[in-house]
């Protein structure tokens, strides 16, 4: 089956453990992003990558890292997390462009930093 | 800024046409409309996207005025699991292809 799949599902942490959200996708998609969505704010892009060893920031990169080391993974690394990290998050891939072929997103991770 | 506008719900009955109406007043020629929907806290799920023709899937017609400044997205025959928050998002295209996503509006289908 076609998926994004995210790892862990839900994650409790403390503030300043560094933790690592994994995206894997197996549709040979070349595009990923990470988005964040909080109450009121919608969903935010935090970054994305175009393909292997290709990333930039979206809108809310602070406080957040990516790597591309593989295509079909796009891991979210949160250094040192802090409170307002809270969030539930959602990977997403595409074939291309997004314009073009839209986006999958998997089933989110909630992340709470205590 | 999600360049699209929406009202904050509606609802309809089970079997009946839903009608989701979406201003985009300041859409760029190049730039396409798309709906997601999202149910529950799940991952978003792509239902359909255009440019300036109506376009037509399995879920959903998209009807697009000439003047490309509103679109309309219509479920056919709403069932009680189409009831979600849908997103109408003009879509930044370029290099970086992002989904801007506003509050989107909350769609309950009633039995």
């Known amino acids: 089956e076609a998926q994004v799949t995210q790892n862990p599902r839900y994650l409790i942490t403390v503030t300043g453990k560094k933790l690592t959200v994994t995206c894997s996708q197996n549709?040979?998609?070349?595009?990923m992003s990470w988005y964040r969505q909080d109450p009121g704010l919608g969903l935010r892009q935090i970054y994305y990558?175009?393909?292997?060893?290709?990333?930039d920031k979206g809108d809310v990169p602070e406080g957040y890292k990516v790597s591309r080391k593989e295509k079909r993974n796009f891991p979210l690394i949160l250094e040192s997390p802090s409170p307002n990290q809270t969030s539930l998050y959602f990977c997403?891939?595409?074939?291309?462009?997004?314009?073009?072929?839209?986006?999958?997103f998997g089933s989110g991770t909630r992340l709470t930093v205590v | 800024d999600a360049k699209t506008t929406q009202p904050t719900s509606m609802d309809c009955a089970e079997g009946r046409a839903a009608n989701l109406p979406c201003n985009h007043s300041t859409i760029s020629g190049n730039e396409y409309v798309y709906w997601y929907r999202q149910i529950h806290s799940q991952g978003p799920q792509y239902i359909i996207h255009g440019l300036k023709n109506n376009e037509t899937n399995e879920m959903a017609s998209l009807i697009i005025t000439e003047d490309r400044k509103s679109s309309t997205l219509i479920l056919p025959h709403a069932t009680l699991r189409d009831t979600a928050v849908y997103y109408c998002?003009?879509?930044?295209?370029?290099?970086?292809?992002?989904?801007?996503f506003g509050k989107g509006i909350t769609l309950s289908v009633r039995p």
């Open positions: 997403a891939s595409s074939l291309g462009p997004a314009e073009v072929y839209g986006y999958t």
């Open positions: 990558s175009m393909n292997v060893e290709v990333t």
């Open positions: 549709m040979n998609h070349e595009y």
């Open positions: 998002i003009v879509l930044t295209t370029g290099a970086n292809s992002k989904l801007t």
